[in-house]
């Protein structure tokens, strides 16, 4: 893994730029049907939600929401300014601060293509992109996957290329074929980008030697517009993130994105001693929080009980005004609620078997006022 640091850019007003996404280190969409509507069903599934628009002064790329105020996209795409708007599930975010990879050149070859940004304000509403838990760290490892690539870049069909505009939400799949140096055409690029031809259905042979020249159902290849966007695998039930787009080779030197041109996409796993130590996330699939942890804080404890009683209705008396405390799920907070509570208490330190004395006291309290607050209610029931 990488571990050399990135350079900030500090927040210091938008900056006016004319383009971006120039030459070979292009990135978009092309798809292989000019019916959109399954690839779109495929884009609007909730675990590539989090692939958002970036702006600077009218320069359009893409990035990934990886939670905590975090947008990953690539170096090309940040270095542009040092302030972007993140447009995500209808709501736009403003950006704090700009962080692109130290060994970032602008050579598109050597890789180091990814680039942090710090959001003002945390996204809502959307679920962080899952991190790949590699098995090898080595990009090879994704060769005959199929991978999702999604994005905001043109649109168009294999056979004229981008020629569609960009702005809207657009993605498909292709298979992960090849590393940099893995053929003597791709010796000049740094192994952690990983490379995906645009198969031609119609052709039994597209003239590349690795070319599995077989194009899947949602065939596609990114175009102007998608860099900074997502690659997506997945494993084990999940959907995780591996790649970030980064630009478009062709063979017939015109990167346009039609038939034969090849997508190349950085390798995340290889940054992660970068990433997760400026950003303190964590790779994989969060674990799933314990029934009765009102406060989220990894525990079962005094103040979560003090919640659940401030929660307290009664049997049968409708939704609380905490529905996490309904921990039987039968629609109100109650007494049989108290006793799942009890029997999961941890106290302060998650883990611990049996409850602290204080808890325990808290917990003769809490009973003592529900019972309280049952008898009020027959009472003024009556």
């Given at each position: 893994m990488r571990s050399?640091?990135?350079?900030?850019?500090?927040?210091?007003?938008?900056?006016?730029?004319?383009?971006?996404?120039?030459?070979?280190?292009?990135?978009?969409?092309?798809?292989?049907?000019?019916?959109q509507a399954a690839y779109d069903a495929l884009i609007d599934q909730p675990e590539f939600d989090p692939v958002g628009r970036l702006n600077a002064?009218?320069?359009?790329?893409?990035?990934?929401?990886?939670?905590?105020?975090?947008?990953?996209?690539?170096?090309?795409?940040?270095?542009?300014?040092?302030?972007?708007?993140?447009?995500?599930?209808?709501?736009?975010?403003?950006?704090?601060?700009?962080?692109?990879?130290?060994?970032?050149?602008?050579?598109?070859?050597?890789?180091?293509?990814?680039?942090?940004?710090?959001?003002?304000?945390?996204?809502?509403?959307?679920?962080?992109?899952?991190?790949?838990?590699?098995?090898?760290?080595?990009?090879?490892?994704l060769f005959g996957q199929t991978a999702t690539y999604t994005g905001f870049g043109q649109t168009g069909v294999g056979s004229t290329g981008a020629t569609g505009p960009s702005g809207a939400k657009v993605g498909g799949q292709n298979a992960i074929e090849n590393v940099g140096g893995g053929s003597a055409v791709l010796n000049i690029y740094d192994p952690d980008i990983f490379f995906a031809d645009f198969d031609d259905p119609l052709a039994s042979d597209d003239g590349i030697p690795w070319s599995a020249d077989q194009a899947l159902a949602l065939e596609y290849l990114i175009a102007p517009g998608d860099s900074g966007g997502g690659v997506f695998v997945e494993s084990g039930g999940d959907t995780f993130l591996v790649g970030v787009n980064s630009f478009v080779f062709a063979f017939d030197g015109d990167a346009n994105s039609?038939?034969?041109?090849?997508a190349?996409?950085?390798?995340?796993?290889?940054?992660?001693?970068?990433?997760?130590?400026?950003?303190?996330?964590?790779?994989?699939?969060p674990p799933a929080p314990l029934a009765g942890d009102l406060d989220l804080d990894g525990d079962i404890d005094d103040a979560d009980f003090g919640l659940a009683f401030a929660a307290f209705t009664g049997p049968g008396a409708g939704p609380s005004s905490n529905q996490a405390a309904d921990l039987d799920g039968d629609g109100d907070v109650d007494d049989a609620d108290f006793g799942l509570a009890f029997a999961a208490f941890t106290g302060p330190s998650a883990g611990v078997g049996v409850p602290e004395p204080g808890g325990v006291l808290l917990l003769g309290a809490l009973a003592a006022g529900v019972v309280a607050r049952r008898g009020r209610r027959c009472f003024e029931h009556r």
């Open positions: 050399r640091q990135a350079r900030a850019m500090k927040f210091a007003g938008l900056v006016a730029v004319s383009a971006v996404l120039v030459g070979p280190a292009l990135a978009g969409v092309t798809v292989v049907n000019p019916d002064g009218g320069t359009l790329g893409s990035g990934v929401y990886l939670g905590d105020r975090w947008v990953l996209t690539a170096a090309h795409v940040a270095e542009v300014s040092l302030s972007f708007s993140f447009s995500i599930d209808g709501t736009a975010y403003a950006s704090e601060e700009v962080f692109v990879f130290d060994d970032w050149d602008g050579t598109i070859s050597a890789g180091n293509d990814i680039a942090l940004i710090r959001l003002a304000n945390d996204v809502v509403g959307v679920d962080p992109a899952l991190l790949y838990e590699p098995q090898t760290g080595n990009a090879a490892e039609d038939y034969q041109d090849l190349g996409a950085t390798y995340v796993p290889a940054y992660y001693d970068w990433l997760l130590g400026l950003t303190g996330l964590s790779l994989g699939v």
